[in-house]
C-alpha cells in the first residue's frame, strides 16, 4: 500500500507575502538568513507583519550546513519567546535549520504549539514542502539527513520578489539542484504516478526557463517559474525520496564545503551514466533497467531524445553538461579550485562509506558497492 500526501498549503503568484497580512494578532518567531536582515528583505515581511499587528522577533544566527550547535541556540531562543508561529525566511539552511528547531523544541516543551510557515529566497532545495532537513556535524565532517512528519511548514509562500537579487552564481547552482531533485526522484526506487507527475513538470519548467533565470535577475516570469519548479521537485522527493547524487554530494559539501547544489551539478551527469548502466556491451542487450526508460522520457520533456536508448541517455548527459558549461559550474572537483589533490583523495574512502549510509542511497536505482562509490568519486575529480 502507498500514499501520497500534500500538507503543505502553498500559496504562490504575484503578491504572495500579502498572506503574512492575514495572520492577525500573534507571536512570531522569525528564523531568517543573516543577509535578509542586512540586505533588506526582512522588511518585506515584518512590514507584512505590523500590518496583522503580530508581535515578533528575529533569530538571524544561521549559516551554511547549519551545525548542531545552532539548532541549539535557536531551540534556546524560541523557548525563552514562547511564540505561537514560526517562520522560515531564507535559503535551505534556514529552512532547515528552523524545521530542526521546531522539532526539537515541541520535542522539550510538549506544551508549545507551534504554526510553521516557510518563505524561501532562492529556488534550490524545495525545502519549504518536504519533512527533510539537513544539519552537520563539524567535528566529524557529516552530514545527517533528517525526515520526520512534525518537521513539514504547514503552509508556504513562493514570492518571486524575494529571488530577483540572487546573484548568478547562486542561480546556477540551485537551479541545478532542482534538477537534480526531479531526475533523482523520478527515477528513485520510490517513485510513483504522483511524484513522477510532479518530477516531470519540475524538469519541463528548468528546460525552459532556468538559463533565463540564470541570464537576468529582472525576468520576473522565468524567476517566478523556477520558483515554482523548485516547490514541485520537492513535493516529488518528499513522497519518492532522492538517489546516489544526493548521498555522495552530501559528503562533499561535508568535507570541502562545496556548495550542495553545485555538487549535484557536478555529479548529475555521471551518476546518470552509472545507473543506466550503458556500455561499450549494450547494444548487445535486449532490455535495459528500468531506470533508463525514465531517463529517456527525462530526455524527451528536455528535446533531446536521440534515435535510441543509447544515445538518448548520452544526449541527456550532454546536456547537462552543457546546462553547467552555459552556467560557469566547473565539470570535476578538480576546477573548483578550492580542493588540492591530496586532500581529496585522502577522503575518498571515508566519503565513499557514509555516500552508502546515507539515507538518499538507499531509493537509488542501482544498488551501488563500495568499490563503486569510491570510483565514481575518483571518476569526477
Excluded at 548542531?68 to 524560541?78: C, D
Excluded at 552537520?136 to 539527513?145: A, Q, T, V, W
Excluded at 552543457?322 to 589533490?341: H, K, Q, T
Excluded at 569510491?374 to 571518476?379: F, T
Amino acid at each position: 500500500m502507498k500514499s501520497f500526501d500534500i500538507k503543505t498549503k502553498i500559496v504562490f503568484g504575484e503578491h504572495a507575502l500579502d498572506r503574512l497580512t492575514q495572520l492577525g494578532r500573534t507571536r512570531v518567531f522569525i528564523v531568517a538568513d543573516p543577509f535578509v536582515v542586512t540586505g533588506g528583505l526582512i522588511r518585506q515581511i515584518t512590514d507584512r507583519l505590523n500590518v496583522a499587528g503580530a508581535d515578533y522577533t528575529v533569530f538571524d544566527d544561521v549559516i551554511p550546513d547549519p551545525p548542531v550547535e545552532k539548532v541549539i541556540a535557536g531551540v534556546s531562543a524560541l523557548v525563552a519567546y514562547r511564540p505561537e508561529l514560526m517562520i522560515a525566511v531564507g535559503g535551505g539552511s534556514a529552512i532547515d535549520l528552523a524545521k530542526a528547531v521546531r522539532k526539537f523544541a515541541t520535542q522539550m516543551d510538549t506544551k508549545l504549539s507551534l504554526r510553521f510557515i516557510a518563505i524561501p529566497t532562492t529556488s534550490g532545495t524545495g525545502s519549504e514542502v518536504t519533512s527533510f532537513a539537513v544539519i552537520s556535524d563539524p567535528e566529524n565532517d557529516r552530514k545527517y539527513p533528517l525526515c520526520a512528519d512534525d518537521m513539514l511548514p504547514e503552509e508556504a509562500i513562493l514570492d518571486e520578489e524575494l529571488v530577483k537579487s540572487v546573484p548568478a552564481t547562486i542561480t546556477a547552482d540551485t537551479g541545478m539542484d532542482v534538477m537534480t531533485h526531479a531526475i533523482e526522484a523520478y527515477v528513485s526506487v520510490n517513485n510513483n504516478e504522483f511524484s513522477g507527475a510532479l518530477a516531470e513538470k519540475s524538469v519541463e519548467i528548468c528546460g525552459q526557463f532556468l538559463l533565463r533565470s540564470y541570464a537576468s535577475c529582472e525576468d520576473s516570469h522565468a524567476r517566478r517559474k523556477m520558483h515554482i519548479a523548485s516547490c514541485l521537485a520537492g513535493l516529488a522527493f518528499n513522497s519518492a525520496s532522492l538517489g546516489l547524487t544526493h548521498g555522495m554530494a552530501h559528503q562533499l559539501g561535508a568535507k570541502f564545503h562545496i556548495p550542495h547544489g553545485r555538487a549535484n551539478a557536478i555529479l548529475l551527469p555521471t551518476i546518470i551514466q552509472y545507473n543506466s548502466n550503458i556500455n561499450k556491451g549494450s547494444r548487445s542487450r535486449k532490455e535495459y533497467d528500468p531506470c533508463v526508460r525514465k531517463y529517456c522520457n527525462v530526455a524527451r520533456i528536455l528535446g533531446v531524445s536521440n534515435l535510441n536508448e543509447i544515445t538518448t541517455v548520452h544526449a541527456l548527459v550532454a546536456y547537462l553538461r552543457f546546462m553547467n558549461s552555459e552556467m560557469g559550474i566547473p565539470a570535476n572537483i578538480r576546477d573548483l579550485g578550492s580542493v588540492s589533490a591530496a586532500d581529496y583523495f585522502a577522503e575518498i574512502n571515508d566519503m565513499a562509506k557514509a555516500a552508502l549510509a546515507d539515507a538518499c542511497t538507499a531509493t537509488n536505482p542501482r544498488t551501488p558497492t563500495f568499490d563503486d562509490v569510491v570510483e565514481l568519486y575518483k571518476k569526477i575529480w
